[in-house]
């Protein structure tokens, strides 16, 4: 995930000696992992900043993507591009809301206020599942199909690096990041749990 | 015991058909109850297949049901509110929704945070880990476990939204009536039973009150081996019983058994018909045999008895009796042959019949028996000819028919007469026979039975002299002559045509012998030969007399009678003859003369001293030579 132009150039001016981070993920048999969130929490408590909009959309009775990461007061907002209305919901304690059945884009996004992770369900639909992971930092990143996500835009500094995952058999500890070059790799092996298939019914 | 041929071939087939019977209605009989036995076993064990598939089905129903109520938006948000009164009063709404005994929810660290059937099981870890750990792998599980002493179909299933946040445990109770709707649907009766702290007990049943009690008696000794158990005939206090233990669900701590079971003797009945109606058929097929064999044996034994019944007819003599049995089997041949046999019988009877008037017994047996061949041999026979001398003066009396009869009638006197002393009428010669004694058959005897015979003929013909003087008719004049000598016995004439006789100068003499019973004027006159033999007979000295061609004399004799039948003047007379006799021989002529002229005046004596008187005479005129021996010289007839 690419940060806007307008924020980049932002970070750019601030902190001439920001870098990227790179990190690898893979689980405990040396398959890369895809969809899982690194982000950096700095020891120091950055200024803050004001979170990028997010969009989680719904097609082919899916959400798209399946995981999103975000930062704390982030909107979301749904866009629905199938004929069939959906009610998405969300049981989780982070944020239960829930929005009853529409098409198009809801009028008013929904705002991400605690850090967490957040379960997305549709009510009619069962099969449909989304994961949102809202993080209290600006510094996140979510793997590629290769495993492999960049932080950029990182300045120097200490943080702890975390990742978190749908399927994460057990919470990994964070890893002691010191940010000195324009640089870095970090690597994950963590251990996940098989998750049964959802398919949809057939009609 | 079973003497009569009827009787053991009654027993015989019988005993043969009934075994066969009694044997294969025991076999039925032992196939029936086995077979009901299986069956009963059978349907048993289908009712168990039924039972567990019901009980699968059941609880998939449940878990299905639950699943579905676990969904419900609803109370996924009374879930999400995490207030325990809600949560509460959510669970019973919706238990009462499926009719659920009890619900609860239980977190997903496995601590109860409500429940319906124990509120005090909130905050504490549920009871069933096992269910929970089983329901995290395969997304949703049952099990069957007792709570407070009662068994419950245990559902647990996750609270989705979409991933699991919760577990529903929903418990549906297993009662009577849950065992009475699996009794209709399996026919037997069904207990669901389990050891609890160590004491077997019935968590739910069909069973009436007696036999529930009756079952608890025999529980230990079935939960001991729950496995021999599972299809086997068990005798409880009231009744015997098919019984099948299954388990229906052992993924608890403590196993737990549903027992199914049949009443042997109700589940008989319809063997216990098909066994009476055995008993009947037996019944039948043993009095049909019964009959059978008893007319069999009728129709084998009647021809053997009416066939031994005319054996005995044949043995009295009665040759005409027939069996006449026209059956095709071998008793009909044989009836048939019996009846050729008699026929030939009666035939051969006929011919003896006819054969024995023509020739004496002794021949016509020889004869019949095939032992009579051409030829002769020789042998001591004493030989009788007699004749009745004045016949021919009887019959000019009479017509000839009445002639005829007269002589049949002596010749029938005589005739019975010769065969009573063991002799054979050879032939009958005119108005006389000739007999012969000890031939064909010997007998050491023969010449005392001919002079037997000729006794008793003289006493019986003489006796027949007042009967035809009554009619005026002359008394009859007998003449028998006897002599005994080696003679050829045999058949004589061609193969087709023979005759027994005999054959030699004895029998000659015979003959001469009784023609000089005219001239001597005595019925009898025997030959010296015979006169040798019989001892016992007191006879008179007749004559000596020479056959023509021999030079021998010999001497002739009348038989007078036994000693004691002679008076002692018969005696002394005799004895005074035999002196004149023997005077006459020495040539005393003149005191034999005189000796003879005192016996003259006796009429025994009369013509025979007349006939010495004329010999003297002849005698004086002409002396004799010295070679005189006395002997008068027969000359032919």
Known sequence: ?203 | MFGRLQDRIVVFVAALLITVQVLSFFSIRYAVEVTSQNTMREELATGANVFKFMLDQNSQQLVEATSVLAYDYGFREAVATRDRETILSALTNHAARIKASGMGLIGLDGIVVADTLGPDTAGKAFAFPELITRASMLGRTSGIRVIRGKPFQVVVVPVLAPLPIAWVSISFVIDDSTAERLRRLTSSEISFIQRQSGTPQILATTLPKLRRRSLITGLPAILDEPESFKGASVKLPDDQYEILLQAVDDSGPVPMYALLQRSTNEGQLASLRIQTALYFILALSIAVTLVGAFRVARQITRPVSKLSAAVREIERGNYDVRTNLADRDEIGELSQAFDRMAQGLAERDRMRDVLGKVASNEVVTQLLDGRIELGGEERDVTVMFMDIRNFTGIAEELTPHQSLQMLNAFLTIVSEVIESHGGVVDKYLGDGAMALFGAPVTRPDDAQRALACALEIRTRIAALGPTLAERGLPHPQLGIGVNTSSVIAGNIGSPSRLNYTVLGDGVNLAARLEGLTRRYNVPIVIGESTRNLVREVICREIDKVRVRGRTTASRIFEPLGRREDLDALTIDRLGRWHEALEMFRTRCFDAAEAAMQDLAAVPEYSRIIELYLGYIRQLREKPPGPDWDAAFTLYDK
């Open chain 1, 1 to 203: 995930m690419r940060a806007p132009p307008l924020l980049l150039a932002l970070g750019l001016a601030c902190a001439a000696n920001a870098a990227s981070l790179n990190v690898t993920v893979k689980d405990d048999k040396g398959s890369a992992v895809a969809d899982a969130v690194v982000y950096a929490m700095p020891k120091v408590k950055p200024p803050p900043t004001s979170p990028r909009g997010a969009a989680i959309e719904q097609k082919d009775k899916t959400f798209i993507p399946l995981v999103t990461a975000i930062q704390v007061g982030t909107a979301v907002s749904f866009p629905n591009h199938d004929i069939v209305r959906h009610h998405v919901y969300s049981f989780s304690p982070p944020k239960p809301f829930e929005i009853k059945l529409y098409v198009g884009t809801p009028v008013a996004p929904v705002i991400f206020d605690k850090p967490g992770e957040v379960v997305l369900g549709c009510n009619i639909h069962d099969h449909m599942l989304a994961y949102v992971f809202v993080v209290d930092t600006p510094f996140f990143a979510k793997t590629d199909a290769s495993g492999v996500a960049t932080i950029d835009e990182l300045p120097a500094g200490d943080y702890d690096l975390q990742i978190w995952h749908y399927a994460l058999a057990a919470p990994q500890p964070a890893q002691a990041l010191k940010m000195r070059e324009e640089k870095a790799a970090a690597a994950f092996a963590v251990p996940l749990r098989i998750m049964p298939p959802r398919p949809a019914p057939k009609p």
